[in-house]
Structures are given as structure tokens and as C-alpha cells.
């Protein structure tokens, strides 16, 4: 069964440096998304790219971050300089049709 | 308004019961709703949706309710099994160009033996 891939599982970084989190989307999929889930908290949508450009972004995916598909293939989330509250699980999201979307295992950032 | 924090609402039942899960949406525009399941370290994963000009949609041991009267969405979990044991969270699709999710607080479902 396809799914969509994350890395690495775990990520500890200091503040201020910058971190790539890794995704690869189902190969099919056209609709990628980066959503975060700090720790009890529900997961809360950060920013979805269609057509290599994204299409929305909500509040919380300020200047700091950055999405890219470099190579049609994957799917990277940068955050440029992190900061003790970007702390969370990341996940990673693909879907077809815009309707049900596919999750990673996700990547638990902790920032130092 | 959601609740936001470190405390999920919680339901216990006894393996073989079954459960309901109940959710609340706020948009009253969404045309589409999910439930996804999150074990403990994984990402969410889908159990069933409902598009908003359905009341009801059966799965496999599952059955999701809609009430767009009252915005509120529910889930039903037939004969509950320990594997059952996890946080599920309803989801609702924005009518924003990319459809993206917007979940609710989720639940905590602890299945007793």
C-alpha cells in the first residue's frame, strides 16, 4: 500500500538554526500538505502547495518558513530559525483529489 | 469555541461495547468531513467521512452521523476492540481552494479489558 514518508522521525536542533524536514508524498498525489501537532494539542493546518506553488497558508506559516518540491519528488518544509515553540510533530500530507489526505508517521522537532 | 491544552476529553468502554464519539465543527460552510484515528506516535489516519448532503455513512464497524442542523458530527464504533484505543479527530474540509483539514480537539478513547 502507498504512504507518504517522512525524515528523519526525530529531529533536535538549538535555536536559531535552521531545520529541513523531509517528506515523500504518494507518487500520484497532486495536493501536498504540512500540518503540526504540538504535544496534546490537536493538529492544526499549516500550508498546502499545488501546481508547485502553494495555493494556502495559515497564520502560524509566517516568514520563517518555507516550503519547496525541488526535484518532483519530494516535499521539504525549512524553517529558517527556530524557536523553542516550533517544537511539535510535523506531518506531511498528500491526497488526489482534495479530499481524503494521507499522513506521515511525522517528524517530532524538538528545538533547544 | 475549542478547547485547546494538555487534557483531551476522554471515553473508557468495555472491549465489545460500543463507543460514540462526538464532535462538534464550527464552519458552517464545510462540505466534507473526516474522522482520522492517531495512535500514539503515528500520524492520523482515516477512518471514514461524510459529505455534507448525507446524514449517515457506514463503514466496517464504523458509522459516522451528521447533524448540519446543530454542526455536530459523531462517530460510532461497533463492538470496540483494545486496538481501538487511540485519539480520534473529526475533520472538516474548508471550502478554500486546496481543501485543506481543519481538525477538532480529539478524544481519547481508552478501551478497558
Known amino acids: 500500500e502507498p504512504e507518504v514518508t517522512q525524515t528523519p522521525s526525530h529531529q533536535v536542533t538549538q535555536m536559531g538554526q535552521e531545520v529541513i524536514l523531509r517528506c515523500v508524498p504518494i507518487?500520484?498525489?497532486?495536493?501536498f500538505y504540512w500540518y503540526r501537532q504540538i504535544l496534546g494539542q490537536k493538529v492544526e493546518f499549516l500550508v498546502s502547495?499545488?501546481?508547485?506553488?502553494?495555493?494556502?497558508k495559515s497564520e502560524i506559516f509566517d516568514d520563517q518558513f518555507s516550503v519547496e518540491r525541488p526535484d518532483g519528488s519530494n516535499f521539504t518544509l525549512k524553517i529558517r530559525s527556530t524557536k523553542l515553540e516550533d517544537s511539535a510533530m510535523y506531518f506531511c500530507?498528500?491526497?488526489?483529489?482534495?479530499?481524503?489526505?494521507?499522513f506521515g508517521q511525522g517528524t517530532r522537532l524538538t528545538v533547544v | 469555541g475549542e478547547s485547546v491544552g494538555l487534557h483531551l476529553p476522554t471515553l473508557s468502554v468495555q472491549e465489545g461495547d460500543n463507543s460514540i464519539i462526538n464532535c462538534a465543527y464550527s464552519?458552517?460552510?464545510?462540505?466534507?468531513f473526516i474522522w482520522y484515528k492517531q495512535e500514539s506516535g503515528k500520524g492520523p489516519q482515516f477512518i471514514i467521512d461524510?459529505?455534507?448532503?448525507?446524514d449517515k455513512r457506514q463503514g466496517q464497524r464504523v458509522t459516522v452521523l451528521l447533524n448540519k442542523t446543530v454542526k455536530h458530527l459523531s462517530l460510532q464504533i461497533a463492538a470496540t476492540q483494545p486496538g481501538d484505543s487511540a485519539v480520534y479527530f473529526c475533520?472538516?474540509?474548508?471550502?478554500?481552494?486546496?481543501?485543506?483539514?481543519?481538525f477538532g480537539s480529539g478524544t481519547q478513547l481508552t478501551v478497558l479489558p
Open positions: 500530507a498528500s491526497t488526489a483529489n482534495r479530499a481524503e489526505a494521507f
Open positions: 507518487s500520484n498525489h497532486l495536493y
Open positions: 502547495f499545488y501546481n508547485n506553488e502553494i495555493s494556502e
Open positions: 464552519n458552517s460552510a464545510s462540505d466534507y
Open positions: 461524510i459529505r455534507s448532503n448525507m
Open positions: 475533520a472538516e474540509i474548508s471550502s478554500g481552494s486546496a481543501r485543506q483539514l481543519t
